[in-house]
């Protein structure tokens, strides 16, 4: 069987059993959402922007292993909103929660805004190979270069 057809089907069964299992209860697919959520997270530190108002994600290139757990820090030290923006990204993967000050944010994310100083943490498991694109969406910094690339490697 071919490998990318194997990862895909991977992706689909974990899916599928997570979705049972918030649907119906499914003893199977809650066992697979407790592994997932128990598993160490692995702790990627990203900064959107600096003080210095550079327009540009640090570090640009993103790289990620199907089933692993991350916990993606994000930082913004610049005195300007920024976004984190990856929406196919976001589309492969498993989101167990995102932290942002007191808040703790659970289901799909597609994109996350932070403000100027502060930080949120991102928890995800990727389900998905691929390569995917991350931008800024406040307007002009994309086009001033603020974009990046995620790798799901495996």
């Known amino acids: 069987m071919n490998h990318g057809f194997r990862q895909t089907v991977l992706a689909l069964v974990v899916v599928t059993l997570l979705t049972m ?3 119906f209860g499914c003893s199977g697919a809650g066992i697979a959402a407790t592994n997932l959520a128990k598993q160490p997270a692995v702790d990627v530190y990203v900064a ?3 003080e210095a108002g550079a ?3 640090f570090p640009d290139d993103l790289q990620f292993e199907p ?8 930082s913004n030290p610049s005195d300007q909103k920024h976004y984190f923006t990856a929406k196919d990204f976001a589309d492969g993967i498993w989101s167990q929660k995102v932290d942002a000050g007191n808040v703790e944010i659970k289901g799909a994310i597609h ?3 932070l403000r100027a100083n502060t930080e949120a943490e991102w928890v995800f498991v990727p389900l998905r190979s691929g390569i995917y694109s991350l931008r800024c969406t406040v307007p002009g910094h994309t086009e001033a270069g603020m974009v990046g690339r995620i790798e799901v490697v495996g």
């Open 48 to 50: 959107l922007g600096n």
């Open 55 to 57: 327009l540009q994600f």
């Open 67 to 74: 089933g692993r757990r991350y916990n993606l820090h994000l």
């Open 21 to 23: 299992g918030t649907i």
């Open 111 to 113: 994109e996350l805004e």
